[in-house]
């Protein structure tokens, strides 16, 4: 089912001015204002169920999983090659998929509550992973207050077949640009769960997919003092932050004395401007899979004496030629 507006649902009737103060303050809302409170909010895992519940799983970068039998739990080696994560002939999902625990504070709601938020969409789970991986490359702490919210994205399946998808978004609280909007509530579909239980920890039961919000910079004309005419203002800031891909390339780069490989894009700007970026993870699939010409728009963050790709958006692709 796929959600469009956050709804609460309380397991634990002693917990219902929880629902009381949720509903008051996010009556049909896509966002919510929540708080960080450790260095690791999400957890994944590789995990498969039957008709009973969850029969086997794997938290991710590891290969030892745990497997139900006869109603006990039994270390095992988890691998790639298990038929259980091999995608059938016919396109159709494996039966053992990702799945993601968001933790999380709502301020706005009580202080002293630990949410948890259950994420079984590929995409949500992919970039939100991506996004928190970012911010420690960057060196910056996870702990603080962010914006959680929802998206409609156009999707396709691996067969082809092409739907709207509901996906999360995700950006830090001090970083959201008056020049956003977050996305507005929408009456007409349906909706998330999220539940309560007696040990004071909330689950919001959560079916969506996300994709990376593009948040535009203001461009600044530092090399010109000429006086430019509206028309040509509004020309120019529209494309300020447009780049053209030229080359990728691997590099290997030092932070705090750590050694990590990265994927690196040059890129062109409107001025014929070179700048070298570092690519995140939850681009590197889709970038990768454009030649150069390919025109987007960034995002762009430097530290550390790197500059990073915070965010990329894609204008129009020159995809690579592939063989059959």
């Known amino acids: 089912m796929i959600y469009g507006y956050f709804i609460a649902k309380v397991k634990d009737n002693n917990l219902s ?11 049909q809302k896509s966002n919510l204002h929540i708080k960080f409170f450790d260095e690791t909010p999400l957890t994944i895992r590789r995990i498969r169920y039957n008709q009973n519940g ?18 006990i739990w039994k270390e095992i080696t988890c691998s790639e090659d298990c038929e259980y994560r091999t995608r059938a002939k016919d396109g159709s999902k494996p039966l053992c998929n990702l799945e993601a625990t968001l933790k999380f504070i709502l301020p706005e709601i009580s202080t002293d509550r630990v949410w948890l938020m259950k994420i079984t969409g590929y995409t949500s789970i992919k970039r939100l992973n991506g996004y928190i ?21 156009k999707q396709t399946t691996t067969l082809g077949k ?36 007696s040990k ?16 535009e910079k203001e461009s600044k004309d530092s090399k010109s003092n000429i006086i430019k005419t509206p028309e040509e203002n509004i020309k120019s800031d529209k494309f300020a932050n ?41 681009f590197k699939e889709e970038i990768l899979n454009c030649d150069a ?14 500059t990073y790709a915070s965010n990329i958006k894609f204008i129009q692709k020159c995809l690579k030629n592939v063989v059959a």
């Open 17 to 27: 001015f929880l629902l009381k103060r949720f509903n008051e303050k996010y009556p």
């Open 54 to 71: 969850p029969i086997c799983y794997c938290m991710q970068d590891t290969n030892i999983g745990r497997q139900k039998s006869s109603n």
């Open 133 to 153: 991986n970012l911010q420690k490359q960057l060196g910056y702490s996870l702990i603080g207050d962010y914006y959680l919210f929802l998206k409609k994205e």
């Open 162 to 197: 092409s739907f709207n998808n509901f996906i999360l978004d995700i950006i830090r609280k001090e970083n959201f640009s008056s020049n956003y909007s977050l996305p507005s509530s929408q009456a007409s579909i349906p909706q998330p769960k999220i539940s309560t239980t």
């Open 200 to 215: 004071n920890i909330s689950q919001l039961d959560y079916n969506a997919n996300q994709p990376t919000t593009n948040l």
């Open 242 to 282: 447009y780049y053209f891909l030229l080359d990728l390339s691997n590099k290997t780069i030092t932070i705090h004395q750590k050694s990590e490989d990265c994927l690196i894009g040059t890129f062109v700007d409107q001025n014929d401007n070179k700048i070298d970026a570092i690519i995140p993870e939850q």
């Open 293 to 306: 010409g390919t025109i987007v728009m960034l995002d762009l963050i430097t530290n550390n004496n790197y």
